[in-house]
């Protein structure tokens, strides 16, 4: 494809401000610190871009989380999400406004948008980044898992602009809210028909709210080492006494011991909590991408070469069904 003849044109890092029901996704501030440090390194502003309808509170958020600038879209029409009508307004926008990188938030929403908008504005889209920087050209380093997680791969996208990447939810550390913060909200009023959406959202049907993991600070994974379903009951024992949750491996999940909102990992969810406890698991590089980043991890496995015991801060070798049982009472007397 042709390249971008105005490169050097292009200027400022834009974040999708995704919300549902007037509440902003927390991947937002996940991509709010990323662009934050960006704009830093590139001496630019942060635009936070919110398409919605009676969010004057969120967009003020937008800016307390740290952006600089909020282009809101405001329209009855942009409460819920539309494929056709958010690619066409926001790919409009990019075109007048020439931003330099845009993230969005690898969400379902995120993952439907953005390509739509890349392929409309003729530019280059890296799909679930686990990481970004930049190099001394300006260009984007984006770093995601590929080949099914067996490397990780540095993508840019040197001749085009915007430079595009969705970013994996929960894998980056959220921004900070601060009321002092000053930015500019400009409000712009589009013109739209329903008709343009081709898609009629007849009823949204909100399933009911399953935990999340990644809201605890404490979480006991087991993995195929358990063995049998039985196995989460003593981790859910372990999970209890230290206020936290449990948490599996695919293998775990795929063995039907437990539900999918459980799976730690690259396929599954990616945590962050205080303390990651590993019990059966043997520490697949799959697996670790989503649980590397916990303040502490412990493992209990019996094989002492297990992959996981390189990345646990402390290390167990035993037999879980052992080990576990000491711990909680250990835990009990220190009550
Ligand atoms: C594209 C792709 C995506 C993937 N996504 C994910 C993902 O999101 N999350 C994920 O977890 N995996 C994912 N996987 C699968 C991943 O590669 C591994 O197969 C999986 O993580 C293995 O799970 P496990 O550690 O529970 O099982 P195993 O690798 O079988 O390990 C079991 C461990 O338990 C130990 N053990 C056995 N008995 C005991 C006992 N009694 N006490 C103590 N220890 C014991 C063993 O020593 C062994 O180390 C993905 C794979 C692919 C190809």
């Known amino acids: 494809m042709p390249r971008t003849d ?91 406004n020439k931003p330099e990188i845009f993230l969005i938030g690898a969400t379902h929403i995120g993952r439907d948008l953005a390509p739509r908008i890349a392929a409309r504005i003729n530019t280059g889209l890296t799909a679930d980044c686990t990481s970004l920087d930049l190099d001394e050209n300006r260009n ?23 430079q595009m990447a969705t970013i994996r939810p929960g894998v980056m550390e959220k921004a900070e809210k601060d009321t002092n913060n000053k930015g500019e909200i400009i409000k712009i009023n589009p013109e739209i028909s329903a008709t343009e959406s081709l898609v009629e959202v007849l009823d949204v049907i909100r399933k009911k709210a399953e935990f999340d993991i990644t809201e605890s600070d ?3 994974a087991g993995g195929r080492g358990l063995r049998k379903a039985e196995g989460f009951k003593l981790l859910q024992s372990l999970a209890e006494l ?16 437990i539900d999918q909102s459980y799976q730690v990992g690259q396929t599954g969810k990616a945590v962050r909590p205080k303390i990651y406890i590993a019990c059966g698991i043997s520490g ?52």
Request: glycine share 6%.
């Open 6 to 96: 105005n490169i050097a044109e292009y200027n400022g890092v834009w974040v999708f401000a995704e919300q549902r029901n007037n509440l902003l996704n927390p991947v937002v501030l996940e991509l709010l610190r990323e662009g934050k440090k960006l704009v830093k390194k590139l001496d630019t502003e942060l635009t936070a871009v919110l398409l919605s309808h009676h969010a004057d509170r969120l967009a003020r958020e937008l800016i307390d989380y740290g952006a600089d600038k909020v282009i809101y879209l405001e329209n009855e029409l942009l409460c819920t999400y539309s494929t056709n009508i958010y690619t066409k307004l926001i790919s409009n926008l990019v075109l007048e």
């Open 140 to 162: 984007l380093l984006q770093t995601r898992p590929a080949f099914g997680g067996n490397i990780m791969a540095t993508i840019i996208c040197p001749d085009h602009r915007p």
């Open 284 to 335: 697949a590089i799959q697996h670790i991408a989503g649980m590397q980043d916990s303040k502490c991890i412990i493992a209990i496995n019996k094989d002492p070469s297990a992959p996981i015991f390189k990345i646990a801060d402390y290390g167990i070798v035993g037999d879980l069904y052992e080990v576990i049982p000491c711990l909680i009472n250990k835990l009990k007397t220190l009550r």
């Open 242 to 257: 230290l206020n936290g949750t449990i948490g599996a491996s695919r293998a775990a999940v795929e063995a039907g011991w």
């Open 218 to 220: 404490v979480i006991v």
